[in-house]
């Protein structure tokens, strides 16, 4: 393990000094248009998925890109980890993402987010966050945009019971497209609010997507019911990796109970 530290050290480092490089590359695109800056933000994308490999001996697999609609979208993915956030972006012509309006405060990367039409939230508006929310999204994506939405709206560990909420539900009514659901097991080899980074292969898979005119209750419970499985499929087999690769599951990637789909929670929204 002494290896991996080292390993996930360097990458750690190596992570942001790239980001920083990117920063510098984009700052031209202030002047350009929106798809200048987006196009950086794939080959940070890209790059940042390539050095997890060369230094952490982490690899990725897609699988169901053929189910990718074109046009605009709403993109449902587990959230597990920070590696989705970029990793999904090279995927989509005109990605959107719903954030907290304090990441625009921070020069550069913040200023980029704005330059990039991004949905800046104020959490301190409460109950009005979801009107908001399903407006902005419903015109960005009635643009041509595909939003990227995690539907529990923070990162949940592996093995952890899921909670989807119901703004995604919302939001997917009011946009009148379809969503697509992507499973996925990026927590097991970059965990959650963790520094080690462990080899491996992360599985994405592009889900089924699902139409137009469900309701809210109807689309989360499909879309919780895909997820899930799919993505507790994915964990179970990279489970089964690591633990031909190091003997044992690592410690942070052992839950405290088997993992359901929360039928309860998703009710309660």
Known sequence: M???????????????LLLVFWILVAVPTFVLPRRALIGVAKLWGRSSIWLMRVVCNTRVEFRGLEKIPQGPLIVAPKHQSMWETFALLQFFDAPLYI????????????????????????RKKGGRILMEMAR??????????????FPEG?????GAPPHYKAGVAQIYVDCDVPC??????????WPRRQFMRYPGTIVVEFLDPLPVGLTRREFIDTVSELIETASNRLIEAGRKE???????????????????????????Q
Do not use: C
């Open 99 to 122: 954030l907290k309006r304090e990441l625009t405060w921070i020069p550069f990367f913040g200023w980029f987010l704005i330059k990039a039409d991004m949905i800046a939230i104020n």
């Open 2 to 16: 002494t290896s991996i530290f080292v390993r996930s050290l360097i990458f750690n480092v190596l992570f942001y």
């Open 180 to 189: 697509l659901p992507v499973a996925l097991n990026s927590g097991l080899f």
């Open 154 to 158: 923070t990162r949940t560990a592996v």
């Open 242 to 268: 690591q633990a031909e690769l190091f003997g044992r599951v690592p410690s942070a990637n052992v839950p405290a109970a088997a993992p359901t789909v929360a039928k309860r929670n998703i009710g309660n």
């Open 136 to 149: 902005r999204a419903s015109e960005e994506v009635n643009r041509g945009r595909q939003l990227i939405i």
